[in-house]
């Protein structure tokens, strides 16, 4: 878990932002920025998944999944469902439909439905926390700085913008380096010869 503090700061740090009282930068635009750079990441490295299992029946037609991201895999009583639809029918194979973050299967059938998704929870204040790995911090960071200084306010802007740039792709191979060697099934490391 990340706090929001905790991001704030170190892009205030990095901007000379820190003249407490009288800041540049809004605390409301940094948390704006913040809830981007999170949507990218989740949309990007696939974050936050969770699982789900409801019993859906003729009252109670559709399972809810507040701040839907993306579906990796839906099953109705343990049997896989391809297909995903956004209109309702009343024949056919049966898929997953989906009305916002509303869940359900068309043609309708009651059971078990089983939801293996990805969700994004945005903060609303510098108090909040960041549900996000704490390997997570640099890349919101340069995330933000990104966001920030694309802003065209400043010729200056642009060179500093290329090195954050930069910044966040290297803090972006971290992140990917750390998922590969958290959920990869087969790794394989090279012994490194020292002479």
Known sequence: MIEVSEVVAKVRERLNDNEVGNYEILDSVLVENINQ???KICLEFKLNKAI???LITEEERFLTINNLLGIESVKLDKKEIESRSTIERDNGEIELLILSDKLSVTPFRSGEL????????EVSNILDTIKLPKICLEVLVYSVLCNLLEIP?????????VNYKQLLKLAKDNLTNYL????????????????
């Not at 306010?153 to 913008?161: H, K, P, R």
């Not at 590969?180 to 002479?195: P, T």
């Open 52 to 54: 789900t299992r409801a």
């Open 37 to 39: 750079a999170i949507l």
């Open 153 to 161: 306010n400043n010729e200056t802007n642009f060179s500093v913008l």
């Open 114 to 121: 089983e939801v293996i998704y990805y969700t994004c929870e």
């Open 180 to 195: 590969s060697l958290m959920y990869s099934k087969n790794i394989h490391f090279s012994k490194v010869v020292r002479v």
